[in-house]
């Protein structure tokens, strides 16, 4: 049985009231804020109808107006954090689900998975599945960015020294490149980027990642800063942008890093995941 197919999930550990909640047509409301970062298109049925017109998995509008409700469900889901449910469902609906069932299994394994081996695979069907919608959808640019979001967090976890002797740094990238490409307002994939450029700085030197990967300081602060402007207020880009600045200089912008991480832990979550960004602000203030 495939990993996102289990039944057991860890519980989203803080309270949801009505906080995460978004029933009926409080979850298009909300949308626009919250997926500023990832620019995820509500899923209107029009505009699915409109994927599905050219290919095999033609659907008929009944059966459109079903797809869209359960990819609504799925992201309800996701944003109250119960993501073993987002998963599940989101695998369940085919491929246009795969961008919910990814974003759900790439936040739940970095925050909620304790076994280190479950969360590697967690990562690993994530990508697997992202890489089958970019051959199924080209267009969609999350199909890209999770992909690079799910193979970023699975370098982490196996070493980012390991992970760039098996190539998995340069997937990363291209596939982050081709998300802005397809959605240029992609404030996520800009953070992405912007970490790519650190993390490389400081696993391996400022002269080789320059040298072999292309990997600048000033790139990395500029994919910062862009996706900044694009989502302001956005507690992951300030976390994300923090840490990248450590390991791009040092001590040297120790105050900006601080900075960062206190407007980021001064944030108000909308959501599930945006709650475990504020959270892990205030863990690393206070450590």
Not at 51 to 68: G, M, N
Request: hydrophobic share 40%.
């Amino acid at each position: 049985m495939a990993i996102s197919t289990m039944t057991r999930w860890r519980p989203f550990p803080y309270p949801v009231g009505d906080a995460y909640n978004y029933p009926g047509a409080a979850l298009k409301k909300h949308w626009p804020r919250l997926h500023k970062g990832d620019c995820e298109p509500y899923p209107e049925p029009r505009d699915l109808k409109k994927l599905l017109a050219d290919r095999a998995e033609k659907a008929s509008p009944r059966s459109v107006e079903t797809l869209a409700k359960g990819l609504e469900d799925a992201w309800r889901a996701y944003h109250r954090g119960d993501f073993g449910h987002a998963i599940e469902a989101g695998v369940a609906l085919g491929p246009l689900g795969y961008n919910v069932a990814n974003k759900a299994a790439n936040i739940y394994a970095t925050y909620l998975e304790t076994d280190e081996k479950r969360k590697l695979a967690l990562f690993q069907e994530s990508a697997k599945r992202a890489e089958q919608l970019q051959a199924w959808a080209k267009s969609m640019a999350n199909a890209w960015y999770l992909q690079a979001q799910a193979l970023g967090r699975y370098s982490q976890g196996i070493s980012i020294a390991r992970a760039v002797t098996q190539g998995l740094a340069g997937i990363v990238r291209r596939s982050l490149e081709q998300a802005i490409a397809l959605e240029p307002d992609h404030a996520d994939a800009h953070i992405a980027l912007g970490l790519y450029h650190a993390e490389l700085i400081d696993k391996i030197g400022a002269t080789l990642a320059g040298l072999t990967y292309g990997a600048s300081r000033r790139a990395g602060v500029a994919h910062f800063e862009t996706a900044l402007k694009l989502n302001p207020h956005s507690a992951i880009a300030q976390i994300e942008y923090a840490s990248g600045l450590i390991m791009m200089f040092g001590r040297a912008r120790a105050s900006d890093a601080l900075r960062l991480r206190r407007e980021a832990a001064a944030s108000t979550p909308l959501d599930a995941m945006e709650r475990f960004d504020v959270e892990r602000a205030k863990a690393e203030l206070e450590g």
